[in-house]
Every structure is written in structure tokens, then in C-alpha cells.
């Protein structure tokens, strides 16, 4: 299984709601990643969890809250979010950070802020 | 910033031609590596290429790197409307360091 699964697939949420992005992994893989994507922009990562703690976190604002519940599971809660986080949503997986290898991404998670 | 920069920013051609793109960077690397998006999905990765390597392929890609002028080339070869999509390159550093992906290269193959 070389599948990393998001869901949802998409998401609209108000300014004042709670919500959270899931993702899963099952190939063993013990980094994982969030990224979020604007229209025609790369991949901006967000947060790292190697071995199911949090490694980097690249000064995201406090209301995208990670969480890595176990080695095949990555969350992401929403609260408070402004409309210019509407965005694309990206989950990632790979054998480890330090070997710089392959990541495998899924499908995303579209968020509409409004 | 380490993020690599490719170019051109946006290419379009018929089927059937040659696509390449380039990607530049600026400090020492472990390996470079490239990615296909199509339009509002997730990544895909395409080959990597290593720092001691210069030339590698994978069907009708074809990748070089060249570490003393700091660039890679993607060609794709015999190009088909499926291959329209963003290519990113991303390079890969030592140590706990994630990989850092460039700006991309949104290809349009006109069939």
C-alpha cells in the first residue's frame, strides 16, 4: 500500500468554526508532513513529525494545531481561520526526514475560509 | 532562501515535441529531486537524482544534474496532452532538513 489518504476532500468552513484535515498513512513511512498550497505556488510546508513528535513547525500561526496521534495518523485542527487561509492542503509521508528520499503526498484537502 | 528556481515559469507545446525544464539552486545538495502536480491534486514524485549522479532516466524522462553550475534539466520526451501538469524540482540537504521545492513549471502539451 503506497497510498497516503486525506480527508476530506473538501472543506468550507466559517471564521468562527472548529474543524480538522485527517491523513493516513500504512507503509511504515515515520515522517509526516503538512504543507499548503496557493493557486499556481509550490508547496509551503507548515509542520514535521518524525517519529511522532513534532520537529519543525515553520512559525505557523497558532490557529493550525497538529496533532500525530500514531505512526499511521496526522491531523490538522482548524479554528479561528482568516479567508486568505483558504488554500490546498497537503498531507506527505516519507521513510524518514533525515534521508532526504522520496515523499508521498495525497490527494489534498481543499479549505474554503469564509 | 534555499528554494530552487526553475525555468521557464510556463511552457507550452504541441504533442509529440520535447519539453525541458530547469531547475537552479543555490547551496550544496544531498540529491535533487522532481515532482508532477496535475491541476488541484497532490504531488507525484518522478525520479531523484544524487549529488554523485549527472544523468538518470525513467521512461521517456530524462534528468541531469550539473553540481558545479548548481542546475538540473528535466526533459520529457515524445510529450502527450497527460503530461500537462506543474513540474516542481526539490532539493534534498543532510541532516534533518526537509526538501525544499521550487517554484515550478506549469507545462501545457496542446494535442
Known amino acids: 500500500d503506497t497510498e497516503v489518504t486525506q480527508t476530506p476532500k473538501h472543506l468550507v468552513m466559517g471564521m468562527t468554526n472548529k474543524k480538522s484535515l485527517k491523513c493516513e498513512q500504512h507503509?511504515?513511512?515515520?515522517?509526516m508532513y503538512w504543507y499548503k498550497q496557493k493557486a499556481k505556488k509550490p508547496p509551503e510546508l507548515m509542520f514535521v513529525?518524525?517519529?511522532?513528535?513534532?520537529?519543525i513547525n515553520e512559525s505557523v500561526p497558532s490557529r493550525f494545531s497538529p496533532e500525530c496521534p500514531n505512526s499511521s495518523l496526522l491531523n490538522l485542527h482548524l479554528h479561528a481561520l482568516q479567508p486568505e487561509d483558504s488554500a490546498l492542503y497537503l498531507c506527505?509521508?516519507?521513510?524518514?526526514?533525515?534521508?532526504?528520499?522520496?515523499?508521498?503526498f495525497g490527494e489534498g484537502s481543499r479549505l474554503t475560509v469564509l | 532562501s534555499q528554494q530552487g528556481e526553475e525555468d521557464p515559469q510556463a511552457l507550452s507545446i504541441q504533442e509529440g515535441e520535447n519539453a525541458t525544464m530547469n531547475c537552479s539552486y543555490k547551496?550544496?545538495?544531498?540529491?535533487l529531486q522532481w515532482y508532477r502536480q496535475n491541476s488541484g491534486r497532490g504531488l507525484v514524485h518522478l525520479i531523484l537524482?544524487?549529488?554523485?549522479?549527472r544523468e538518470k532516466h525513467s521512461g521517456r524522462l530524462r534528468v541531469t544534474l550539473d553540481t558545479s553550475k548548481k542546475s538540473s534539466s528535466l526533459l520529457i520526451t515524445a510529450s502527450r496532452a497527460a503530461d500537462t501538469a506543474s513540474y516542481f524540482c526539490a532539493t534534498g540537504y543532510s541532516g534533518n532538513t526537509p526538501l525544499v521545492f521550487g517554484k515550478g513549471t506549469r507545462l501545457s502539451v496542446i494535442a
Open positions: 507503509m511504515g513511512h515515520r515522517a
Open positions: 506527505a509521508s516519507s521513510h524518514g526526514i533525515a534521508d532526504t528520499g522520496e515523499l508521498f
Open positions: 513529525y518524525s517519529y511522532e513528535k513534532l520537529s
Open positions: 537524482i544524487r549529488s554523485n549522479e
Open positions: 547551496t550544496s545538495i544531498n540529491n
